[in-house]
């Protein structure tokens, strides 16, 4: 079955470092995710990705993150200069088209923020 | 403003015992669409069901079950003959036409042997 795939899995940073977390969505989905989880919260969206641009940010999504998609399979998540609140688990996800349809998310990268 | 309302944070069985989780959702859309996930402890997001608002149909899948009423806009998990396995947070999600996914902050379920 089609995963999309996360890596790394944990990724422990300094604050203020710069961090990129990397995404390799299902081949034939057209509409990409990133959300965020703070330990022992709810799960948060932050942006939304169509077409190489945002389709839609959260107030969360400020001038430190941004994403990209270098190529046709990567997508990226970068945060600027981290701070320990960024400490999270990020999922990424991809929907093959609008309405949730095959919605699948990755198995997550763990940020420590020390 | 969309807004998904998981009231039971936490919820013990032991094992066997049947188990409902419950979710209220609220949007203005009339086109929208319904998730759940479970969490288990490694921490993934395991898919679970999506269902369109234009579907009401009651679903079953094994074990599981779901109940989605417009008239009171909730849509309602349950595990029949609970298992230890089960034991995970269990979120309900909502999604409208910008397709973002808004989630509730999830029900923690623990299952005894």
């Known amino acids: 079955e089609p995963e999309v795939t996360q890596t790394p899995s944990h990724q422990v940073t300094q604050m203020g470092q710069e961090v990129i977390l990397r995404c390799v969505p299902i081949?034939?989905?057209?509409?990409f995710y990133w959300y965020r989880q703070i330990l022992g919260q709810k799960v948060e969206f932050l942006v939304s990705f169509y077409n190489n641009e945002i389709s839609e940010k959260s107030e969360i999504f400020d001038d430190q993150f941004s994403v990209e998609r270098p190529d046709g399979s990567n997508f990226t998540l970068k945060i600027r200069s981290t701070k320990l609140e960024d400490s999270a688990m990020y999922f990424c996800a991809s929907s093959v088209q609008q309405g949730g349809y095959g919605y699948t998310f990755g198995s997550g990268t763990r940020l420590t923020v020390v | 403003a969309q807004k998904v309302t998981q009231a039971q944070t936490e919820i013990s069985v032991v094992e066997k015992e049947d188990v409902t989780l419950d979710c209220v959702y609220e949007?203005?859309?009339?086109?929208?669409?319904l998730f759940w996930y479970k969490q288990p402890p490694s921490g993934e997001l395991v898919f679970l069901i999506r269902?369109?608002?234009?579907?009401?149909q009651n679903e079953i899948s094994g074990r599981y079950s779901w109940n989605f009423q417009k008239s009171t806009s909730s849509f309602n998990f349950t595990i029949t003959a609970s298992q230890v396995v089960d034991s995970a947070v269990y979120f309900c999600?909502?999604?409208?036409?910008?397709?973002?996914?808004?989630f509730g902050t999830g029900t923690r379920l623990q299952v005894f042997p």
């Open positions: 081949s034939n989905h057209l509409y």
């Open positions: 999600a909502l999604s409208d036409n910008t397709d973002k996914l808004i």
């Open positions: 949007t203005r859309d009339t086109t929208y669409y």
């Open positions: 269902r369109n608002s234009f579907d009401e």
